[in-house]
């Protein structure tokens, strides 16, 4: 029972109670161990062996100077973070010591918060220091024995009391009149003093030169100096005097700022600038009293700097020097303490330390179980009685607040989270005291919920369907596919990769950002769709993935020339047997194209070797037929040389050439011709039927025409004269017995066609014509109704053959037939008049067509 009553009045004194105690020293390098909690709290006993792997300690972050000193490692061990210096942390004179607050954490939650008291042990690291390293100070010759001038103390910066504890050695000459007076100050400093033992003479001597050795108590010692000079002369003998030695004083915590806490006054005996004081705080006052505290050098005038704090400690002592403004100065120290009175209601401050923390910002997983300890809340309320008892509340659906002892509480999950769903989450802290009125302090925080790789990547579509043309370089694009992932980090970082569901190599390749590309130029004559599956996967722990399905279609291009399938060798000979009931079409011609659509549409034709036009080719069918009647004089060889292309852009094509070999059958009608050299143009078959009806008709005037002319020429060759009738009125020449020229015209004529009768018979011509060629030209208007026959004479070389024509007959399918020359027993050559001069009268002789036998 002792034991516990002294154990309550050790806590009480030391206004809390520790878990632990360590020491360590200053000025220790970074790093230095010096404790283990592991250890010391003996936790690890009072939990099964299975959860020793789950336990961890860390130092909970506060704004407190704590948390750069020190460091805990995961097991526990205790570091120093930085060398430690005593005197910046401690007041002088006092136990240095830290309080750390450690938290041992089971898992990502607390399990225990350990209150750990680092005391720092001080090392004599500081020498004695005099404000100066050399005072000057006069002593007047009348002065008698005994008088005293003060000089400047030493300070020594140590706190522990053996090592600031300074002893003061005198050194001077022998026969110097001079003694070192020391003399100890309410606030454990010392005042200086040099005696004076004999009178001094100026005349004889007038500056000594003294020195003050200050040695402090510390292993090994460490010591200052200060050189004092001593001129003789009259000096500042009197310091200023207090009216009381301590001043201890009340004040209420609302003190006004403006309204002084206490007035000090000193009193010096000297006059003029030595009797003048000034008030200064002493060096020993610590720099929190300071900074609460401010004082008027001129008036002694002590205010309030600012609004006392709720805090534990009421009490704050100033150590006040008066000093005169002699040389040296003479001062004096008093103490005045400050009693301050808490009359006031604060509200409560809430302090929160998360488990996780990513730079400043509160996070916690979206994996934390229900029941995780993520957060310890301390609430500070330093008020009096009722003022000072603190409840709080937390009102939220995924978080519950739970006490933990006197203004102690955690945070805990009471729903687990879902980042996806919700990426940050706020709740408020609410803490109220008990006070009149009651002051409530609530507290806003925001928790960030880290990402765990829970969400599978998804494609947004089951099938992608692309098309892409055949030909394009590699490289090419082909599609793009898209996946979506709502975690974050590696657990949303895609990657692609193609699945092919038989054993060949596909010729495509994904990007990391889901672009499908073409590794190779494509060939849709190959192959024209591909079918593969695509798959998706994170790169999270685990990693998920998600598959689709892939259809690229190959479009065409004319990249392909059609070719021949028949005849399938180049040329090739076919015999043709042609008989007059037999059908038109001859044989069909095959073409094939490996492109498809318009880039395999064929189309037929003929490029050469057809010059009689007797033979046609559709285009659609490529069947070959006879594009005319067929007669004897058809027979023979022909190359034809065919031509087939396709409808794409650009058009290819194909040649191919037919060695056709055409029997006529005797059956057949043969086919009359005349000269025709300068057009092919010809006259429809009904039109001749016509002109024949025509000649008929008027057979008997023509008759009679053409035995005139035959007389005339026969005159004309006896006589050895030309008769002309040329147009143009130009002579032909004399004694030319091989040119003549006649010409008549024959208009307007409707006679009956009998006329034209008798030259229908071929074995006439001869007779009518025995020196000459006869050409018929018929010249029609628009209008059928009133057709002209002119006659033309020209010369005819020896051996001649004329050529009969007659107007193209137009068949019913809008087809011309070309002129065809044909044999005759009568006529064995055919030439051309070797100049133009030789012709009777100048025009065209095209429009001519045989006269069927």
């Known amino acids: ?353 998360f488990s996780e923390l990513t730079g400043n910002t509160a996070t916690i997983s979206e994996a934390m179980e229900v029941g995780s300890f993520i957060a310890y809340v301390k609430v500070v309320d330093n008020d009096i009685g009722l003022n000072g008892q603190v409840t709080c509340d937390l009102q939220h659906n995924k978080f519950t607040l739970q006490s933990l002892g006197q203004k102690r509480y955690k945070v805990s999950v009471k729903q687990t989270v879902d980042r996806e769903s919700e990426s940050r989450i706020n709740f408020t802290i609410t803490c109220s005291d008990r006070g009149t009125p009651s002051l409530k302090t609530e507290h806003e925080f925001s928790l960030k919920v880290t990402d765990v790789n829970d969400v599978k990547p998804q494609f947004t579509k089951e099938t992608f369907k692309f098309l892409t043309y055949e030909n394009e370089k590699s490289n090419f694009p082909v599609g793009f596919i898209n996946a979506t992932d709502p975690d974050l980090g590696i657990g949303g970082d895609l990657t692609y990769a193609l ?136 027979a023979g060889s022909y190359a034809l040389k065919f031509f087939v292309k396709d409808s794409g852009t650009p058009v290819l094509s194909a040649t191919t050439t037919l060695s056709l070999t055409l029997t006529v059958s005797n059956k057949s009608s043969t086919k009359f011709t005349a000269v025709n050299l300068q057009s092919d143009d010809k006259i429809h078959i009904n039109l001749f039927i016509i002109i024949i009806v025509a000649a008929v008709t008027v057979s008997v005037l023509l008759v009679v025409s053409i035995t005139i002319c035959i007389v005339r020429r026969n005159n004309l060759q006896g006589n050895q004269h030309i008769f002309r009738t040329d147009p143009q009125k130009r002579h032909v020449g004399r004694n030319t017995e091989s040119e003549y020229s006649c010409a008549k015209q024959v208009s307007s004529i409707h006679e009956s066609p009998d006329v034209l009768q008798n030259i229908d018979k071929e074995e006439d011509l001869p007779h009518m014509w025995s020196r000459g060629n006869l050409s018929l030209e018929h010249k029609s208007s628009q209008k059928l109704r009133d057709p002209s026959i002119e006659i033309h004479c020209q010369t005819l070389t020896s051996g001649n053959i004329p050529k009969y024509s007659q107007p193209a007959a137009r068949s019913s399918a809008g087809r011309k037939d070309k002129d065809v020359a044909v044999s005759s027993p009568y006529y064995r050559e055919i030439t051309k008049p070797s100049h133009a001069d030789q012709s009777c009268n100048k025009g065209r002789t095209d429009h001519f067509d045989d006269l069927p036998r």
């Open 499 to 634: 699945l092919s569901s038989t054993q060949h190599v596909l010729p495509f390749e994904i990007s990391d950002y889901g672009f499908i590309l073409a590794k190779q130029s494509l060939d849709r004559e190959q192959q024209s769709i591909y079918k593969f599956k695509v798959l998706v996967k994170d790169n999270g722990i685990p990693s998920l993935n998600d598959t689709a399905n892939v259809i690229v279609e190959v479009m065409d291009e004319n990249d392909n020339a059609p070719y021949f399938v028949f005849p399938s060798v180049d040329p090739f000979s076919l015999d043709v047997y042609y008989q007059p009931q037999s059908s038109n079409d001859i044989t069909t011609l095959r073409a094939s194209d490996r492109d498809i659509r318009q880039n395999a549409f064929l189309k037929y034709g003929i490029m050469k070797g057809n010059n009689r036009q007797l033979f046609s080719v559709n285009p659609y069918t490529g069947v070959l037929s006879f594009s005319r009647t067929v007669y004897q004089n058809d």
């Open 1 to 353: 029972m002792l034991i516990l009553v002294c154990m309550l009045l050790f806590c009480l004194h030391s206004y809390e109670c520790v878990d632990f105690t360590y020491h360590v020293n200053e000025n220790e390098n970074p790093g230095i161990y010096f404790g283990d909690l592991g250890i010391d709290t003996r936790f690890m006993e009072s939990i099964s062996s299975k959860d020793h792997n789950l336990i961890w300690f860390s130092q909970l972050q506060e704004d407190k100077i704590g948390n750069s000193l020190f460091n805990v490692s995961k097991t526990g061990r205790l570091y120093t973070a930085k060398s430690l210096d005593a005197e910046s942390l401690c007041k002088y004179n006092t136990e240095c010591s830290v309080m750390v607050d450690i938290a041992v954490r089971k898992g990502k939650s607390f399990a225990k918060i350990l209150e750990v008291k680092v005391i720092i042990e001080d090392i004599n690291d500081n020498e004695p220091i005099f404000p100066d390293n050399e005072v000057n100070i006069n002593f007047d010759e009348t002065d008698g024995r005994g008088t005293m001038r003060s000089i400047p103390n030493a300070v020594d910066r140590d706190v522990h009391l053996l090592n600031s504890q300074i002893s003061y050695e005198l050194i001077k000459e022998e026969d110097d009149p001079f003694t070192l007076a020391v003399s100890r100050r309410v606030d454990s400093s010392y005042s200086l003093s040099i005696t004076l033992e004999n009178k001094l003479d100026r005349e004889i001597k007038d500056i000594y030169m003294l020195q003050i050795i200050a040695k402090d108590g510390g292993t090994p010692s460490k010591h200052g100096i200060l050189d004092v000079q001593i001129s003789v002369t009259d000096e500042n003998d009197n310091p200023p005097i207090f009216s009381q030695d301590i001043y201890n004083i009340t004040v209420n915590n609302r003190q006004a700022k403006e309204i002084p806490v206490l007035i000090l006054s000193a009193t010096d005996l000297d006059s003029g600038k030595n009797g003048n004081v000034s008030y200064y705080f002493s060096s020993m006052t610590s720099e929190r009293a300071k900074s609460f505290f401010e004082i008027n050098k001129n008036t002694g005038e002590i205010f309030l700097l600012k609004k006392f704090k709720p805090e534990k400690k009421q009490t704050y002592k100033l150590f006040i020097e008066a000093r005169d403004s002699g040389s040296p100065p003479l001062s004096s120290v008093v103490t005045v303490v400050v009693n301050v009175i808490n009359k006031q209601n604060n509200a409560p401050v809430i302090e929160v330390n």
